[in-house]
């Protein structure tokens, strides 16, 4: 059975930091393109950022360049996010998805992140 739990949402201010990550079981993370998508309050999904197998050309929306950081240790069969200078904006539930994310079969339960002074 293909799982993903994600962890390390919180609370946190703007201009803060917070890593996020995402075990994964039943199929190998090393196999998959991996991604982070993001769902603020009352708003559709969005696509935040994807890894490929190799790790070696990590893929960002424009909203979250320059800050996010996404990685992979298929050792610990886990995807991460490293979310810096958050911004309010940036508020809303993150999930890790397993190659096609549109797929809801392939997103996590989420983790919450509020990002608020």
């Known amino acids: 059975e293909v799982q993903l739990v994600e962890s390390g949402g919180g609370l946190v201010q703007p201009g803060g930091s917070l890593r996020l990550s995402c075990a994964a079981s039943?199929?190998?993370?090393?196999?998959?393109?991996m991604s982070w998508v993001r769902q603020a309050p009352e708003q559709g999904l969005e696509w935040v950022s994807t890894?490929?197998?190799?790790?070696?050309?990590?893929l960002y929306s424009d909203s979250v360049k320059g800050r996010f950081t996404i990685s992979r240790d298929n050792a610990k069969n886990t995807v991460y996010l490293q979310m810096n200078s958050l911004k309010t904006e940036d508020t809303g539930v993150y999930y890790c998805a397993k190659s096609a994310w549109r797929d809801r079969a392939n997103r996590g339960q989420g983790t919450q992140v509020t990002v608020s002074s």
């Open positions: 890894t490929n197998t190799g790790n070696n050309n990590p």
């Open positions: 039943g199929f190998m993370i090393s196999q998959y393109s």
